[in-house]
C-alpha cells in the first residue's frame, strides 16, 4: 500500500449513541480503527456520488445524436448577431429601451 497522508484537518461530528456503537462494530470487524473506517467510508460514498454527477451514460442511439449536435453547423441567428453588435446599454448610459425591446429580446435568445 502506498504512504500514508499526514491528517492535518479535523472534522466534528454529532451523532447518536447508537450510531457510534454501529461504526465502532463495524470499524472492529473491518479490523481498522474507528477513524479509518468513517474516513474510509465517507470518501468511497463521496466518490460514488461525485461520479455520479461526473459521468453520463447514454444509449448508441443517444450518443449517436450528441455528436451529430456537435458536428453540426451552427444555426443562423441573424438577431441574435445584430444585437450582439449593437452597442450596450450598460456601455452607453444615454441609450434607453424602447417600448417592446424587451420582449424583442426575448425572442432572440429563443
Same mark, same amino acid.
Given at each position: ?7 492535518? /484537518? ?6 447518536? *449513541? ?9 470499524? /472492529? ?9 468513517? @474516513? ?11 461520479? /455520479? ?7 448508441? /442511439? ?10 453540426? %453547423? ?6 441574435? *448577431? ?8 450598460? @456601455? ?8 417592446? %425591446? @424587451? ?8
Amino acid at each position: 500500500m502506498g504512504r500514508r497522508a499526514k491528517r492535518t /484537518e479535523k472534522l466534528d461530528l454529532r451523532l447518536t *449513541a447508537r450510531a457510534k456503537r454501529t461504526l465502532q462494530s463495524a470499524a /472492529e470487524v473491518s479490523h481498522k480503527t474507528l477513524s479509518d473506517f468513517v @474516513i474510509e467510508s465517507a470518501l468511497a460514498r463521496a466518490d460514488t456520488v461525485l461520479a /455520479e454527477r461526473q459521468v453520463f451514460r447514454v444509449d448508441a /442511439e443517444r450518443w449517436a445524436a450528441f455528436l451529430a449536435a456537435l458536428d453540426a %453547423a451552427p444555426r443562423a441567428r441573424p438577431r441574435f *448577431a445584430m444585437l450582439l453588435n449593437e452597442p450596450s446599454m450598460l @456601455i452607453d448610459p444615454r441609450r434607453r429601451l424602447r417600448g417592446g %425591446a @424587451i420582449s424583442s429580446l426575448v425572442g432572440v435568445l429563443r
